[in-house]
């Protein structure tokens, strides 16, 4: 699928590696104007030295943030308006995976941590970016999710929850800022090959092979998504062309989840 960004100002949070970087590569090889952000300096311009080594005139540019710190925010967005002299019309809401906790060996500080994390920080960052998008009359916001928001894993409680929250977020603010052209959905991310979840089975090489092999092999397309194929529907949400998908929550699995709705 071509697609062309060109005009457009996007901004993918937590984007230096994984799936958030692929995002904010491909925008940008296709014309837009991107913001990557994350925790690290050094993460961020290996990221955005790779990006342009691809593509020499690309326009990108690092912000930190710790999604984490809420007061972060609020800056990421004056920080990231101020910079290009523009609204930003594409908001890929990306964030870190949570802690692997089952539900009793939860604590206080974990749920906090989670609740800013992943659930507040998209909240927040989303009001952030529409009033901008609302005097455009355009705008894009996509929230990145998993399957566990459908179907709860038992050791990942802190994803299972935030994740439902983000998508029930979205939908309640699609009710409300539909009329202005803008559009939120969610994706509920299925296994994508990345460095999360090579670190979510180990640090051994061969247990991350037979291991990877096990989970393909419970995948009905018998293998675990490239981040490039994973990321085809985020573009495509991105894009002027998927301007009547509004509120929905899409699941990108390779048919994993035993659902059909
Ligand atoms: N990969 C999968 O199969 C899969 C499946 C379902 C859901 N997901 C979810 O999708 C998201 C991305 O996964 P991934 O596989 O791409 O992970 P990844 O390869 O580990 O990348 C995570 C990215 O998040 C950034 N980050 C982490 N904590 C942050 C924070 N507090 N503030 C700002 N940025 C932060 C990291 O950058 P710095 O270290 O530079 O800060 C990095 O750029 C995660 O939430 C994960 O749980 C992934």
Redesign the pocket.
């Known amino acids: 699928m071509k697609f062309n960004f060109r005009n457009k100002l996007a901004l993918v949070?937590?984007?230096?590696?994984?799936?958030?970087?692929e995002i904010a590569k491909q925008l940008a090889l296709n014309g837009a104007k991107v913001a990557i952000?994350?925790?690290?300096k050094k993460?961020?311009v290996a990221?955005r030295n790779k990006i342009l080594k691809e593509k020499k005139n690309v326009d990108c540019r690092y912000f930190l943030?710790?999604?984490?710190k809420l007061n972060q925010i609020d800056a990421l967005q004056k920080k990231v308006t101020k910079s290009f002299k523009s609204n930003i019309d594409i908001l890929v809401n990306?964030?870190?995976?949570?802690k692997v906790l089952t539900a009793t060996k939860t604590k206080l500080k974990d749920w906090s941590f989670a609740l800013n994390?992943?659930l507040l920080?998209s909240i927040l960052m989303s009001q952030k970016v529409i009033p901008g998008m609302k005097k455009n009359k355009w705008g894009r916001i996509i929230n990145?999710?998993?399957?566990?928001a459908k179907e709860p894993s038992p050791s990942l409680v802190l994803?299972n929850v935030t994740r439902a929250g983000v998508i029930s977020f979205g939908k309640s603010l699609s009710y409300e800022i539909g009329m202005y052209g803008i559009t939120v959905n969610s994706i509920l991310?299925?296994?994508?090959?990345?460095?999360?979840?090579k670190?979510l089975i180990g640090k051994d090489k061969k247990k991350i092979s037979r291991t990877l092999k096990k989970i393909a092999n419970n995948i009905p397309v018998k293998r675990?998504a490239n981040?490039d194929e994973f990321i085809q529907i985020v573009l495509f949400l991105c894009s002027e062309n998927s301007s009547y998908i509004n509120g929905s929550a899409i699941t990108v699995d390779g048919g994993v989840s035993k659902s059909i709705f």
């Open positions: 949070t937590a984007s230096s590696k994984g799936i958030g970087y952000s994350s925790r690290s993460n961020l990221a943030c710790d999604l984490s990306n964030s870190g995976g949570p994390n992943n920080s990145l999710t998993s399957t566990t994803s991310t299925g296994g994508v090959l990345t460095d999360r979840i670190s675990v981040p």
